[in-house]
């Protein structure tokens, strides 16, 4: 008997990349399972068809009676329905902790943690499970197509779950994976981690400590400071991080002009050499795949049936995702990229998918605490482009009222500051922006939008085919 069976869950906030997952396997396992969100969304659209109660907007009498109460770091204290939890003294817990619960079912975890690349790496590993039979459950932070069905989460009949382990909260730390896999390291979150990287580093060396195997990147940045067991696979590009013995190395990397096309590149291993071809593009995702790979050999896959599936992921929602055109004849791609080091890793890939033609972006910075902290590396990263549309902060769970003086503005400005005389335009709102790409916008341009917050809805609406 599942452990869920028989247990009443609510979840407030249910329609986030996490919290649905979450909401998804614990419905599938047995548990009564309802949530609310502030608006309807894909991931609320396919929990109301999976049979799960969506209520949307916050109020307290969504809550049923006698229900657990999860929340995630965005539910703030002033939530009616958490207000209301604690008033009927619920019991209310982080979705970590649940998360650590279902993880928790199976005998076999890989845990995907890093501050760039963790979604689409989780992913990969995802995908390539299931093309060789492995039948995983997984938790991804996004929504990618595994096995034909586009989703964020499953639950499924092999011994071994795959999950995105998220450090902006230090929520990471409540899992105990068997493999263990660090992308990367850099300072993001600069609310939850106010002692800065070294103490970001203690925490993702804390993160590998308990685990069987560890997988990282060799050409990280103070590598040494990080704890890395010697029972650790690195990965790196060639030239770009000191390989170990047993570690994975890409060399010879190739991205064809067509942008319909993926990376390919020759992968050196313990036993020798083979060619592997991504239907993702960027160095970035050459990183991503070495990371999944090794994962996956640590957990006794063979490396050949590895790279035969990897050839099939075609990404994640998102992720230098094609729109489409607009109806001047500019193509549309739409990223998640909220960290200067994201941003400038779209911005390679669409100036190599842009083939000769623009590269206009529009960006949305996340977060008014990022944008203090990194608004010159922005404004570094978006002068990559051609032309630069900078839109005011998404607020997320952040106020403006604790940041005074903070604003996109602070964005745009760097960007004109980086690259002196390119064409920089402030448009604060989504409907600014818009009337700025329809003036802007000409046949052969590339334009992707960028952000982590609401922006994605500015580029789908502006597809034409």
Request: proline letters at 4%; glycine letters at 12%; a negative charge.
């Amino acid at each position: 008997m599942s452990p869920f069976e028989g247990r009443k869950i609510h979840l407030i906030g249910i329609g986030g990349a996490g919290m649905s997952g979450l909401a998804l396997v614990a419905h599938e396992l047995g548990a009564a399972v309802s949530g609310s969100d502030r608006a309807s969304s894909t991931y609320t659209d396919r929990l109301a068809a999976a049979g799960v109660s969506v209520a949307i907007g916050h109020d307290g009498a969504n809550l049923p009676a006698g229900v657990e109460v999860v929340v995630s770091t965005a539910i703030e204290d002033s939530n009616p329905e958490l207000l209301r939890a604690r008033e009927l003294g619920l019991t209310v817990s982080h979705r970590s902790d649940l998360l650590g619960e279902l993880v928790a079912v199976k005998p076999h975890c890989i845990a995907v943690a890093g501050t760039h690349g963790k979604t689409t790496t989780t992913a990969m590993i995802a995908h390539m499970l299931a093309e060789t039979g492995g039948e995983p459950s997984f938790f991804v932070g996004g929504e990618v197509n595994v096995g034909g069905e586009v989703t964020n989460a499953r639950w499924g009949a092999g011994e071994i779950v795959v999950v995105e382990a998220d450090e902006s909260d230090g929520s990471f730390l409540k899992l105990s994976p068997e493999v263990a896999v660090v992308t990367n390291v850099e300072l993001d979150h600069h609310s939850t981690w106010g002692g800065g990287i070294d103490e970001l580093f203690a925490a993702f060396s804390q993160f590998t400590a308990p685990a069987g195997h560890v997988v990282i990147w060799r050409g990280q940045p103070r590598l040494a400071e990080l704890t890395v067991p010697a029972r650790a696979t690195g990965f790196a590009i060639e030239g770009a991080g000191e390989a170990a013995p047993g570690d994975l190395v890409a060399s010879d990397l190739r991205t064809p002009a067509d942008p319909a096309a993926g990376t390919s590149f020759t992968l050196r291993h313990p036993g020798g050499t083979v060619p592997v071809a991504l239907g993702v593009r960027g160095d970035h995702n050459v990183l991503n795949a070495l990371a999944a790979l090794a994962a996956l050999m640590a957990c006794g896959v063979e490396l050949p049936a590895a790279v035969s599936a990897l050839a099939s992921f075609k990404g994640v929602a998102r992720r230098f995702e094609a729109l489409g055109l607009t109806s001047h004849g500019a193509a549309l791609y739409d990223d998640y990229a909220h960290h200067p080091t994201e941003v400038e890793a779209a911005l390679k890939t669409a100036r190599e998918a842009a083939a000769g033609g623009r590269v206009v972006a529009v960006f949305q910075p996340h977060l008014y605490s990022r944008t203090q902290s990194l608004a010159r590396r922005f404004g570094e990263a978006l002068a990559l482009a051609d032309v630069a549309i900078v839109m005011d902060v998404y607020a997320a769970r952040e106020s403006g009222h604790d940041y005074p003086g903070v604003s996109g503005w602070m964005v745009a400005t760097a960007t004109a500051d980086a690259r002196p005389g390119m064409r920089v335009l402030w448009q604060p709102s989504h409907a600014d922006a818009a009337a700025a790409l329809q003036r802007e916008l000409a046949a052969g341009d590339l334009c992707i939008t960028i952000g982590a917050g609401d922006i994605t809805s500015l580029g789908r609406g502006l597809v034409a085919k």
